[in-house]
């Protein structure tokens, strides 16, 4: 069964700081990873989906690696500013389609 | 992107009644919606997926006599809370897949729905 875990669960920078967030998966038999963002009482924004067979995808301030063979993904925020200020999510798809969640990393940007 | 939208955003209802939450995708046709529940800080989980014009396919541990899921087009999915208790209470998510752009399938969220059962 595939598990996704997130480290940090909560990180507080101040603003400017560029950061990393991490997600890590257990069965690398993956057809796509996610990241989102999750505004308190929201739902989701997808952020950045990379497919399996490629490396890192990037969005404005946003890039996010994959390394399917060690299971491990990264979330770059660059000149981090307040409004960044959210929970992000990494998910991972398998074959069903079906997504599996990381829990989450709370991020704080300080002005 | 592509929208889904879910409806009521809110609701608030008494312990033994039953809720109805509505997930629709606007400008593309889902094939598969997906309900996920999330409690207070934690992650998102899959409650079940809905194929269009088949049974839902729900995951271990949920009750599929409680959470009724119907997915009669390929714009609507519904869930129903059957016999609501405060246990019930959380965010419940839908999701919805097609393929509104050549070649790349995802994801799609509604916004969610809170609900309060007293």
């Known amino acids: 069964k595939q598990e996704v875990t997130q480290i940090p669960a909560a990180l507080s920078v101040p603003e400017g700081e560029n950061l990393v967030l991490n997600c890590s998966f257990t069965?690398?038999?993956?057809?796509?990873l996610q990241w989102f963002r999750q505004d308190p009482g929201k739902g989701l924004t997808s952020l950045l989906l990379i497919q399996s067979s490629q490396r890192e995808q990037t969005s404005g301030r946003l890039n996010a690696s994959l390394d399917k063979s060690s299971g491990r993904s990264t979330l770059y925020i660059a000149a981090s500013q307040p409004g960044d200020s959210a929970t992000y999510l990494c998910?991972?798809?398998?074959?069903?389609?079906?997504?599996?969640f990381g829990s989450g990393t709370q991020l704080t940007v300080l002005p | 992107g592509a929208v889904v939208s879910q409806h009521p955003s809110r609701v608030i209802c008494k312990s033994g009644t039953s809720v109805k939450i509505e997930c629709r995708s606007l400008d593309f046709q889902a094939t598969t919606m997906f309900w996920y529940r999330q409690f207070p800080k934690q992650s998102l989980m899959l409650m079940a997926t809905s194929n269009e014009g088949s049974k839902a396919t729900y995951e271990q541990g949920v009750e599929k006599d409680k959470f009724l899921i119907n997915h009669a087009s390929l714009t609507l999915s519904t869930l129903t809370v059957t016999s609501a208790h405060p246990e019930d209470s959380s965010f419940y998510i839908c999701s919805a897949a097609g393929t509104p752009t050549a070649g790349r399938e995802t994801q799609y969220f509604g916004p969610g729905t809170r609900l309060l059962v007293l």
């Open positions: 069965d690398s038999a993956i057809y796509n």
């Open positions: 998910a991972v798809s398998g074959s069903a389609r079906q997504l599996t």
